[in-house]
């Protein structure tokens, strides 16, 4: 059972940067497709960025050039790092995972496991 815990959700200032993280237990992350997703209230999860097993990424036109999705197999954790933040990149902050196998792709409905979110605010 995958289990995913998320972290470095906070309030800052509009143009600077975060880094979330999201820790995984229960299974190898070298062997997931992996996931940002972003939830506004009131609206849908929106996929941010995706990561395959094979460190290949997907990004959301919406961070693409300012939001870096990475994982570090090594530690078990994934990281994505959020640059020139906007008041509108304000949301509750998801990671995601499912098993290896197919295309790895930033669509919220492909994961199966989630974490419990990691608050996120921009003023």
């Known amino acids: 059972h995958v289990q995913l815990v998320e972290s470095g959700g906070e309030s800052v200032q509009a143009g600077g940067s975060l880094t979330l993280t999201c820790v995984v237990s229960g299974v190898q992350s070298s062997k997931l497709c992996m996931g940002w997703f972003r939830q506004f209230p009131g609206k849908e999860r929106e996929g941010l960025a995706a990561i395959a097993s094979d460190g290949s990424t997907t990004y959301a036109d919406s961070v693409k050039g300012r939001f870096t999705i990475s994982k570090d197999n090594a530690e078990n954790i994934l990281y994505l790092q959020m640059n020139s933040l906007k008041p509108e990149d304000t949301a509750m902050y998801y990671c995601?995972?499912?098993?290896?196998?197919?295309?790895?792709?930033?669509?919220?409905?492909?994961?199966?496991?989630w974490g419990q979110g990691t608050q996120v605010t921009v003023s």
């Open positions: 995601a995972a499912r098993r290896s196998g197919g295309e790895c792709y930033h669509n919220p409905s492909w994961f199966v496991d």
